[in-house]
Every structure is written in C-alpha cells, then in structure tokens.
C-alpha cells in the first residue's frame, strides 16, 4: 500500500467555508473515492490555511486517473477550485492554474513507524 501526502494553500477567507463543505462530503464523491481506491483519506487544515492530505492507496497515479474519469469529481473540483490559492506567492502549494487534484504533488516519505 502506498501512503501519500500532500499539501494545498486555502484562502484564508474562505477557511470556515471549506471546513463546512468537508463536513457534508457528497455522498456519490464518497463512493467515488472508494471505487477509484483512496483508503484511510484524511486532510488536516491549519488556521493559516494550510492543508495537508493524507491517502492510502495501491497506486496513486491509477487512483488519481480513476477519480478524473467520473462526473462527480469534476463537478466537486470545478466547485472546490475557488477555495485554494492559485498563484505561486503562497509556495509550492499554490494551484497554479490546474484543478486542486491535480495540484496533489506527493511529499516524499522520508520515515514510517509502523
């Protein structure tokens, strides 16, 4: 299994808005998720904006592939898309024009205590 990290930029403004749409996570992008092979997902936001992703999965270039090929995602990031900083004034985490799943740019793994 592979384990996968990431981190995003969110708007500052729009901080508590993203809190609330994570909190009523559309059930088919659930179901999408699971079907395309994301396991144990998890973001972490900080106050500053900050957002560290963490998945699970046996492949993440398929499972990345799998999510892009369904309606679900793209209605879910055409909406999302607002919410991150698009301009690299905020670092690497910047979406610099793609959607934010394609902005999740791994961090390379360099301890694991299992």
Do not use: I
Request: glycine share 6%.
């Amino acid at each position: 299994m592979q384990r996968v990290c990431f981190l995003l930029k969110v708007r500052q403004e729009r901080l508590e808005e993203y809190r609330e749409r994570h909190a009523a996570v559309w059930p088919g992008m659930l179901a999408a998720l699971s079907a395309a092979g994301w396991h144990n997902y998890s973001l972490f936001l900080r106050e500053d904006g900050l957002l560290v992703g963490y998945l699970e999965t046996e492949d993440f270039a398929v499972a990345q592939a799998a999510m892009a090929a369904t309606d679900v995602n793209a209605r879910w990031q055409a909406e999302m898309a607002a919410f991150f900083e698009n301009e690299k004034g905020s670092g690497s985490e910047a979406l610099d024009g793609v959607r934010p799943d394609e902005a999740m740019k791994p961090l390379t793994e360099v301890f694991h205590l299992d």
